[in-house]
C-alpha cells in the first residue's frame, strides 16, 4: 500500500519562506500525478499546487508567483517552496498522489502545519 508523508511545516513571520516535502513510499512515483492542498478550520480543502505527469506545473492564483512546486524522482519527493508567506497562507498543508486511471486510489498524508504570524 503506498503512503505519502508531508513534513516541513512551522511557525514563519510574515514575508518568510518555507520549503515543504512530500515523500511518496511504495508507489511508482513518476506515474502519479501529484498535488499541494491546504486547509483551515471549518473551510474546505482547497488546491494551492499540482505537478502532472509529465512535470507540467499548476498553481492556485493565490499562490503564483509565491510558491513554486517541484519534483526529484531520484529521491521520490516532491518539494513546494513557498516565498513571501502571508497570514492568509496559514493551514495544514497536505500532499496528494493521484494515480488516475492506473490506479483508482488517492494517496494522502497526514498534513503539516503552516503557521504565519508576527
Known amino acids: 500500500q503506498g503512503r505519502v508523508a508531508e513534513s516541513g511545516g512551522g511557525l514563519v513571520q510574515p514575508g518568510g519562506s518555507l520549503r515543504l516535502s512530500c515523500v511518496v513510499t511504495?508507489?511508482?512515483?513518476?506515474?502519479?500525478?501529484m498535488a499541494w492542498y491546504r486547509q483551515t478550520p471549518g473551510k474546505q480543502r482547497d488546491l494551492v499546487a499540482k505537478?502532472?505527469?509529465?512535470?507540467?506545473?499548476d498553481y492556485a492564483d493565490s499562490v503564483k508567483g509565491r510558491f513554486t512546486a517541484s519534483a526529484d524522482y531520484a529521491k521520490n519527493t516532491m518539494y513546494l517552496q513557498m516565498n513571501n508567506l502571508q497570514s492568509e497562507d496559514t493551514a495544514i498543508y497536505y500532499c496528494?498522489?493521484?494515480?488516475?486511471?492506473?490506479?483508482?486510489?488517492?494517496?494522502w498524508g497526514e498534513g503539516t502545519l503552516v503557521a504565519v504570524s508576527s
Open positions: 496528494q498522489a493521484d494515480g488516475a486511471p492506473l490506479d483508482p486510489n488517492q494517496y
Open positions: 505537478i502532472a505527469v509529465g512535470g507540467r506545473t
Open positions: 511504495d508507489l511508482l512515483f513518476v506515474a502519479y500525478n
